[in-house]
Nanobody
């Protein structure tokens, strides 16, 4: 089992930045492909970003491309999401997720991930 804990959320003005962290514990003897998702009130949970187990490749939703950056430090079992130029429409609860399989395809699908954190709230004021 893997436990994921997100942190770093908060209230920020439009145009500002936040960095989210997701720390894994438990069975972390190997690195997992990781994803970030978000869910706004009344909406479905949507894909934000993905990073492969090695950190060699990253993928982003079109809505955040060029503004968000996903990275990882496997020595610390931690994945980050740097969010710049935030907009009010970025307001949501942000979740990190891990996949058991070493390599996954269709990284934007929630069903590909096996472990989820509890989420951290990000609120962007206009």
């Amino acid at each position: 089992q893997v436990q994921l804990v997100e942190s770093g959320g908060g209230l920020v003005q439009a145009g500002g930045s936040l960095r989210l962290s997701c720390k894994a514990s438990g069975r972390t003897d190997s690195s997992y492909p990781m994803g970030w998702f978000r869910q706004a009130p009344g909406k479905e949970r949507e894909f934000v970003a993905h990073i492969t187990w090695s950190g060699g490749s990253t993928y982003y939703a079109d809505s955040v491309k060029g503004r968000f950056t996903v990275s990882r430090d496997n020595a610390k079992n931690t994945v980050y999401l740097q969010m710049n130029s935030l907009k009010p429409e970025d307001t949501a609860v942000y979740y990190c997720a891990a996949a058991r399989e070493r390599t996954i395809v269709l990284v934007s699908m929630r069903e590909k991930y096996d472990y989820w954190g509890q989420g951290t709230q990000v609120t962007v004021s206009s």
